[in-house]
Every structure is written in structure tokens, then in C-alpha cells.
């Protein structure tokens, strides 16, 4: 461990989207100074009110922060932001330590960390699991990958962002690693729901009941209860987009090298669901594109013969 710096009270957060914005904002209350930087200008103004400061680069950002926090796309963002040439590391003293909870490719993650640690800078992937409402109420599960050490450095900080804090694995990359397979989950469980609903309709039965019965029973999951009702009301801001989910089942593909055929079937509807230009909206339209697929042989959502059937 290369820390050297004692006053960890000065924290950077890189990223002030829908999630970041809402972890900077999680920071003041404990008397952090923070500092801010936004590849988009103008995002989350009531920071300013806050007392955030603005900082025009990532570089410059990294020449006062002590611990920096990131919540950033992919991986080719994070690889710009972290190794670009104003980027964190030009700017970063000996002892910086880089909290990275975007959810970006496990292996770009240790590359990234080794470069780092040559230049006496601490590195963990810290992925969260939770969204827009955990991240308000600092209730998020961090998974944490990366030196023990170094964690126990930055849990004042991660304290105020989560519920729980696990340290998975030494291996940098062991956080992002389990990221993947909870969202590849959320993937297969949405198409699940999706494909189950279709099977209803051909019953005629009504979906909000549908939905309603089996969210009463031992398949719900708590993704499952917020994300349902999505697909009836979407939410005024987007929790989670199609194109996100999209880019973290490819990513779990990319790893088990095409032999998880659930994950496979998702990426497939996840593809066509991006080529409909519905990536920017919530990913349920995951749900939305297995049920309208599975039920395409259903007629207008009842199958006559089905009703024969089960008809007295």
C-alpha cells in the first residue's frame, strides 16, 4: 500500500450523472469538501449550492482530492478519465486513492489499477448494486475489489454511500466480476418476466393482475418489485437504461465467452430493443421486447383456442 496522504477530507467525484450526482450530494452532510467534474457541463447545479467546487479536468480535480470517486459509463471512459493525458493520474499525488464504482470490464479494471500503483496511486473497483433511490438514501451494496488496506481507508466515505461494504477478492477486478453476474441476472429475470406475461395474456388474463399475483410470490425479486411496474408507468427519470444493461450483459458475455446461453438470448433482445431506439429508456423494455416476441404467435393477446380450452 503506497498511502501516505492523513487527511482524507478532501473528496473528488468524477461523474455527476443521475447516480454520481446523488453520491456527491451524500458527501456534504459529513463535512466533506468535494470537488466536482462533469464530462457534460451544467449537470446537477444544486451542487453548486452545496458548496461543491467545479474542476475543469479530471487533472486538475486530482491535484486536491485525497480519495476520488467515479461513476462513469464504460470502460473506454474510464481508461480517458483515469490514464488520458489530463487525466487523474497526471494530476494525482502518491497516495490518491481512485474509487471506481462504474461498472466497466473486470479486466480493464486491473489493467487500469496496475498502471496506477506504478505511479503511487491505490486503485479498487467498488461497483455498487441499487439505483437511483438506494444511492439517495445511501443504502447501495458496495462490492469492493482491490487491497484490503486500502479499503479500510476509504470506509468513512463509502460509509456514506452504502449499506454494506463487502471485500470480495484482493484481485482487482473481483468486484466487478460479481457486478456482472447480479446484472446479467437482471437481464435473464426481466426476459423471464416477459416471456411469463405472454403465456397470461394467451389466458386473457389481465397483466397489471398478472403481475401483481406473481409479484406476491417466491420468483419476485426486489429488482422484480421496482421494475415491473415500470412497464405500466415508466419512471419520470430513467433508473437504468436499456443501452446500460445492454453494455453489462455484453461485458459478462465477453467473459464467459458466448456459453451463457440465458445472457446470449438477452443481448439478443437487448440488440433489437437499441435498434428500435428505445437504448435511452428504462431497461424494461427488456421485459417489454421478450413479451411482445413470445406472444407474437398469440393473436391480439388471446389465444381462441387456449380460452376453448379452459372454458366450462
Request: hydrophobic share 45%; aromatic share 4%.
Amino acid at each position: 500500500m503506497t498511502s501516505t496522504i492523513l487527511d482524507r477530507r478532501v473528496v473528488g467525484v468524477v461523474g455527476l450523472g443521475a447516480m454520481g450526482s446523488r453520491l456527491a450530494e451524500r458527501l456534504f452532510p459529513a463535512g466533506y469538501e468535494v470537488h466536482g467534474f462533469n464530462r457534460t457541463p451544467g449537470r446537477a447545479p444544486w451542487l453548486d449550492e452545496l458548496g461543491m467546487k467545479r474542476d475543469h479536468s479530471p487533472c486538475e480535480l486530482a491535484t486536491t482530492s485525497d480519495i476520488i470517486v467515479m461513476m462513469l459509463w464504460d470502460s473506454d471512459a474510464v481508461r480517458g478519465t483515469v490514464l488520458g493525458d489530463d487525466g487523474i493520474l497526471a494530476g494525482a499525488r502518491p497516495g490518491t486513492i481512485i474509487v471506481d464504482l462504474s461498472t466497466i470490464e473486470p479486466s480493464a479494471s486491473a489493467e487500469i489499477a496496475a498502471v496506477a500503483k506504478s505511479r503511487g496511486v491505490d486503485y479498487l473497483d467498488c461497483p455498487v448494486s441499487g439505483s437511483l433511490d438506494r444511492a439517495e438514501s445511501g443504502e447501495l451494496l458496495v462490492m469492493a475489489g482491490g487491497d484490503p488496506r486500502v479499503l479500510e481507508l476509504v470506509l468513512p466515505v463509502l460509509g456514506m454511500l452504502a449499506r454494506r461494504i463487502i471485500h470480495v477478492g484482493n484481485r482487482n477486478g473481483s468486484g466487478l466480476a460479481l457486478k456482472l453476474a447480479i446484472n446479467q441476472q437482471v437481464a435473464t429475470q426481466l426476459v423471464g418476466w416477459g416471456e411469463a406475461i405472454a403465456l397470461t395474456d394467451r389466458f386473457g388474463i389481465d397483466r397489471s393482475l398478472a403481475s401483481t399475483i406473481m409479484l406476491d410470490s417466491v420468483i419476485a425479486s426486489p429488482m422484480l418489485h421496482y421494475r415491473v411496474p415500470f412497464s405500466f408507468e415508466p419512471p419520470d427519470e430513467v433508473w437504468a437504461s436499456a443501452a446500460q444493461l445492454r453494455k453489462d450483459v455484453a461485458y459478462a458475455q465477453e467473459i464467459t465467452s458466448d456459453r451463457a446461453r440465458s445472457s446470449a438470448i438477452a443481448l439478443e433482445l437487448l440488440d433489437a430493443v437499441l435498434a428500435d431506439g428505445r437504448g435511452d429508456l428504462e431497461a424494461v423494455e427488456l421485459l417489454a421486447e421478450a413479451r411482445d416476441r413470445a406472444g407474437a404467435g398469440a393473436g391480439a393477446g388471446v389465444d381462441q383456442r387456449t380460452l376453448e380450452w379452459v372454458s366450462p
